[in-house]
Nanobody
Framework: RVQLVESGGGSVQAGGSLRLSCVAS????????MSWYRQAPGKGREFVSGIDSAGTTSYSDSVKGRFTFSQDNAKNTVYLQMNSLKPEDTAMYYC????????????WGRGTQVTVSS
């Protein structure tokens, strides 16, 4: 099973930046791709950014142009560079793996809190 640990969250003022990291450890026979989700208080968990099997990154409309997804395969780490942060970006941010093939589970990290004040 793959374990995920997020870090880099914190409190910033609107317009500021943060860089989140997610380190993956363990093994999955199915392979996996990674993505970022977030959950604001009282709301459901939503997709933020991810990468597909072809290496193409995608973003939700709400963060496009402000957030950048990147990965370092040698370190089994993905990053989320967040610029021009807004109060509505306040949420718990989670890392997730999806299997490339086979009946392997989806894995979630415990999350890292991002708070943006106006």
């Amino acid at each position: 099973r793959v374990q995920l640990v997020e870090s880099g969250g914190g409190s910033v003022q609107a317009g500021g930046s943060l860089r989140l990291s997610c380190v993956a450890s363990g093994y999955s026979p199915c392979g996996y791709i990674m993505s970022w989700y977030r959950q604001a208080p009282g709301k459901g968990r939503e997709f933020v950014s991810g990468i597909d099997s072809a290496g193409t990154t995608s973003y939700s409309d709400s963060v496009k142009g402000r957030f950048t997804f990147s990965q370092d395969n040698a370190k089994n780490t993905v990053y989320l560079q967040m610029n021009s942060l807004k109060p509505e970006d306040t949420a718990m941010y989670y890392c997730r793996t999806d299997p490339l093939l086979g009946a392997c589970p989806i894995n979630w990290g415990r999350g890292t809190q991002v708070t943006v004040s106006s």
